[in-house]
């Protein structure tokens, strides 16, 4: 038996953050979060999964190059636990993953985010899982904030209550087509692997920063207006929010023990040179995830204006341009990048035949 399915997916920039866990194996946070998913036809994760009886045990590919990486292992056993629910025989299968980004990794730029997505998606797949809840929370359980880059457009992630986190999953709260006007320019200031993961970061601040407390009252008071924001297309609104809480988060980490700081003076920088922009009036707003590298998100009327205050930035390496996108997607595998692989490393030497089911 064999199947092989194929999904891309795409980052996406919360504009409300993910910061802080409740429980740390399932990934369930402390309070909700809000982000737009950007569009897969600029920016995107292309993962493969193919189950095999051949197979002698998990390979997972990155880039091309054989690796091995803990998170996907520990992300393999719990999405198998759950998957053996609807399916028992496809949670039993060891598993070829192929995956790779068109864009650099652990850079503040969500790979994981897109990473888990996609991962989720193709694995969904091979089990016949269709449901968006359940396709979220196995995401979830590789990288929190990829719980949202299952689903389009609009997206909160409801961090839930339970223990278990069967009511923490993602939500559209609208589609792309509700304000398709928003661009996010990403202006990459450094490729370098961060120094402090998201996970060993927002793990510290929950523990040791004075101001977490803090951060969750406003980030619960917060989620109102952003929503809000979002339904009547108010982007001023939306922009002062979202700078203010990308401040929250980094402030929060900086006043963690050691302290944790991701953005670095081009950052800062180009938080000084976005405010001058908005001088005259609200046309962009800034927000960093756990890296130095800038989001400037925009309406698609304003974006030269960005661009022309980010190309004035000494340190700025490169801009991306993302619009919103539909969440992850599963599309055809393309057998021929495929086979090298499966020749590799499927004990028989002969390829897969009933592919693309
Ligand atoms: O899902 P993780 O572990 O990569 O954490 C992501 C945290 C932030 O990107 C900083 C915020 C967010 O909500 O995406």
């Not at 109102?224 to 979002?230: D, E, L, M, N, T």
């Not at 609104?237 to 700078?243: R, T, V």
């Not at 938080?271 to 130095?292: H, M, Q, R, S, W």
Request: glycine share 6%; net charge positive.
């Amino acid at each position: 038996m064999e199947i092989i399915k194929t999904a891309v997916a795409a980052p996406n920039i919360a504009l409300v953050k993910y910061w802080g866990k409740r429980e740390d194996l399932l990934k369930l946070p402390y309070n909700d979060s809000i982000s737009i998913t950007l569009d897969d036809s600029v920016i995107f994760t292309k993962t493969t999964v193919a189950l095999e009886k051949r197979l002698k045990e998990d390979v997972f590919i990155f880039n091309g190059k054989k690796v091995n990486d803990e998170r996907i292992g520990e992300w393999l056993e719990l999405a198998r636990g759950r998957v053996a629910k609807h399916a028992p025989e496809i949670a039993g299968m060891n598993m070829l993953i192929v995956t790779k980004n068109n864009f650099p990794s652990s850079a503040g730029i969500a790979s994981s985010a897109s990473g888990f997505a996609a991962l989720a998606e193709a694995f969904c797949a091979c089990a016949g899982i269709k449901d968006a809840k359940e396709k979220s929370m196995i995401a979830r359980l590789g990288s929190g904030s990829a719980s949202r880059s299952v689903v389009g457009g609009f997206v909160q992630w409801v961090a839930g209550r339970r223990p278990d986190g069967e009511d923490s999953y993602a939500v559209q709260l609208a589609p792309k087509k509700h304000w398709d006007e928003l661009v996010d320019v990403i202006a990459i200031i450094s490729v370098a692997k961060k120094k402090v993961s998201s996970k060993e970061g927002m793990e510290n601040t929950a523990k040791n920063s004075p101001l977490f407390a803090c951060r969750l009252k406003e980030v619960n008071e917060r989620l109102g207006r952003v929503q809000k924001a979002i339904l009547k297309k108010d982007f001023e609104s939306l922009a002062i929010e979202m700078m203010r809480d990308s401040n929250s988060m980094h402030a929060t980490a900086l006043h963690s023990w050691p302290p944790v700081f991701y953005m670095n003076d081009v950052s800062r920088k180009i938080v000084e040179e976005t405010l001058k922009l908005n001088g005259k009036g609200i046309v962009a707003g800034y927000t960093f995830d756990a890296g130095p590298n800038a989001h400037i998100i925009c309406e698609k009327k304003n974006l030269q204006k960005v661009k022309n205050m980010l190309l004035k930035v000494k340190g700025v390496k490169k801009m991306v341009c993302a619009g919103l996108g539909n969440g992850s997607r599963i599309i055809e595998t393309d057998m021929a990048e495929f086979s090298k692989y499966a020749k590799k490393y499927f004990s028989e030497s002969e390829s897969p035949k009933s592919a693309l089911r």
